[in-house]
């Protein structure tokens, strides 16, 4: 998969993911969210990689939601492969895929989060 959101660099065995959309403070949107949950994904399958790193590009590690789309902002969380019970919001998603994660991570939180 390729990532329009995210930058996925391994260097020495560390995985480097950094939000990049420093132009709107790294807002979180859908598909930040599905490159996040792939790159985890890629993560934990690779044996090289022995650690993670979280940063932001820019000014910023993340705004928050990307609000751009109004009242549509939440609406593309939902999954039709689950019950309704087990759906959770984007955020939701990505930090319980982050508690999964067999290799240790580390958040590198620059200018506001």
């Not at 790294?26 to 934990?44: K, Q, S």
Request: glycine share 8%.
């Amino acid at each position: 998969m390729s990532y329009s959101t995210i930058d996925y660099e391994v260097e020495d065995s560390i995985l480097t993911i950094t939000l990049n959309r420093p132009s709107v403070l790294n807002a979180f949107n859908g598909d930040m969210l599905n490159e996040l949950l792939d790159a985890c994904d890629r993560a934990d399958a690779d044996d090289d990689v022995k650690a993670i790193i979280f940063t932001g590009a820019g000014k910023a590690y993340c705004a928050g939601a990307d609000l751009s789309r109004g009242a549509d902002t939440f609406n593309s969380d939902a999954r039709e492969d689950r019950p309704s019970s087990l759906n959770r919001d984007g955020g939701g998603r990505l930090t319980l895929r982050l508690f999964e994660l067999n290799k240790p991570a580390i958040a590198a939180i620059n200018g506001a989060a």
